[in-house]
């Protein structure tokens, strides 16, 4: 397999590309960064985090509320869910 080599300049800072030349199609040159994740990702995994933790104590919390701690476990997974998604990689 034969590979094309091409450097670029993108803020200052030096790239390799190396793009099989038999796949044909557009060799635009492109710096593919690294998303950056918000602050809403990082609360989403914690919110997450909690909830596998909640899941260890649920017998516990369970004797307590009940049925609610399921709908409580539940909302705390789909909170976690919904923030992650919410940030979208800003």
């Known amino acids: 397999?034969?590979?094309?080599?091409?450097?670029?300049?993108h803020a200052g800072m030096k790239a390799l590309r190396l793009a099989p030349?038999?796949?044909?199609?557009?060799?635009r040159n492109t710096v593919q960064q690294q998303p950056k994740h918000g602050r809403?990702?990082?609360l989403?995994?914690?919110v997450l985090a909690l909830a596998a933790v909640f899941l260890l104590f649920i017998?516990?919390?369970a004797q307590w509320l009940g049925t609610g701690a399921m709908a409580l476990w539940m909302g705390m997974a789909a909170?976690?869910?919904y923030l992650i998604v919410k940030d979208g990689g800003k």
């Not at 030349?21 to 060799?27: A, C, E, I, K, N």
């Open 1 to 9: 397999m034969q590979q094309d080599k091409r450097w670029m300049d």
């Open 21 to 27: 030349s038999h796949l044909g199609g557009d060799r």
């Open 40 to 42: 809403l990702f990082w």
């Open 44 to 46: 989403g995994n914690a």
């Open 59 to 61: 017998d516990q919390v």
């Open 79 to 81: 909170l976690g869910v």
